[in-house]
């Protein structure tokens, strides 16, 4: 079984905190990071990488504890993977192929497993400026793949994509995630809400949630309501109530939103989705 064990994990840039006391313990399976811009996501995701030193604390990723044997074991997306413009597809993971070690006929067979397994067989002669986002991130995903690591960890894979590349990619993380751990950044709630087996929020450095899905769905299984709000009404409506969707309609605005506390009977109630619950958990918290 594959696993990645922090404990106490401190990291700072300068004086300024970025991950305070991180106790994480994850298993096979597709795990969530969620969080908003500057939560700590990508340091968190380079530290278990060992692209960081850590401050404070213990990784252990497969039962190794040296940055070294880690990286044998991890293969990783940076958010901001981009390769050499002029390169092609196939070109780049075979030369990323050799840097890993590999030659030959093995190195031949890997990439063409690989380009098949993301969907760029098609497309291996392409340069790789001439790929669109979806294409580059899934040539990002092959070349962490090269090495058949055990951890697969990738930031913010779906930033930018377009729905149907988006669950695309999705899908290819979760088949993914059957034989390894995948752990997978975003700031989108719903990338992960029919994806991910478990969901730890990251908001300041700190895990503030740490679970299914299912259960922080029921955690606040009560506040979330609907209600179509007069034009006129609106910007009164949303200094009162946390808005997490809104819709113009012929009669109004149709919004959707959340509220803490006692139960509003004025509101029709409608059944939360994991935005709206991972909103509820950020708020609760700075109540
Ligand atoms: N090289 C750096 N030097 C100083 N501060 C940094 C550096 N990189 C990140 N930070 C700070 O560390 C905090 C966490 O950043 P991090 O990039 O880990 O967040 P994130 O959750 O990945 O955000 P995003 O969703 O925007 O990618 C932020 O406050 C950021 O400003
Ligand atoms: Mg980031």
């Known amino acids: 079984m594959n696993s990645i064990e922090i404990k106490h994990l401190s990291f700072s840039y ?14 096979n399976g597709l795990y969530g990071l969620l969080g908003k811009n500057g939560a700590g996501k ?8 060992g692209l960081l030193p850590k401050s404070k604390g213990q990784i252990k990723v497969c039962g190794e504890t040296d940055p070294k044997k880690i990286r044998s074991v991890v293969g990783y997306l940076p958010q901001d993977f981009d390769f050499y413009p002029d390169m092609k597809v196939r ?13 030959g ?8 497993e690989l380009l098949g397994l993301v969907n760029l067989s098609q497309d291996q002669n392409k340069k790789i400026k001439d790929l669109s986002g979806g294409m580059k991130r899934r040539l990002g995903i092959a070349q962490s ?6 951890v697969l960890i990738v930031d913010e894979p779906t930033a930018g994509l377009d729905p149907e590349e988006r669950i695309r990619f999705r899908n290819l993380l979760s088949d993914l995630s059957a034989e390894k751990i995948v752990l997978f950044s975003t700031h989108i709630a719903s990338d992960l809400e029919s994806t991910a087996n478990r969901l730890g929020i ?19 299984s009560g506040g979330t309501y609907e209600t179509i709000v007069n034009r006129k009404d609106y910007t009164s409506f949303k ?3 946390i808005v997490f969707e809104q819709k113009e309609l ?14 509003l009977a004025q509101f029709k109630r409608i059944s939360p989705n994991l935005e709206s619950a991972y909103l509820m958990k950020i708020y609760d918290r700075r109540r």
Not at 14 to 27: E, F, Q
Not at 145 to 150: D, K, Q, S
Request: cysteine-free; overall charge negative; proline content about 2%.
């Open 14 to 27: 300068g004086k300024k905190i970025v991950l305070n006391n991180i106790n994480l313990s994850i298993g």
């Open 42 to 49: 990508t340091t968190l995701m380079k530290l278990i990488v």
């Open 91 to 103: 070109e780049a993971l075979n030369y990323l192929g050799i840097l890993d070690n590999m030659k």
């Open 105 to 112: 006929s093995q190195l031949n067979q890997r990439v063409d």
């Open 145 to 150: 793949l090269l090495n058949n690591p055990h």
């Open 202 to 220: 990251l908001d300041n450095g700190h895990f503030i949630y740490d679970g299914s899905v299912e259960d922080l769905l029921k955690e606040y």
């Open 239 to 241: 200094s009162q109530y």
């Open 250 to 263: 012929a009669e109004g605005i149709l919004v959707r939103f959340i509220h803490y506390g006692r139960p």
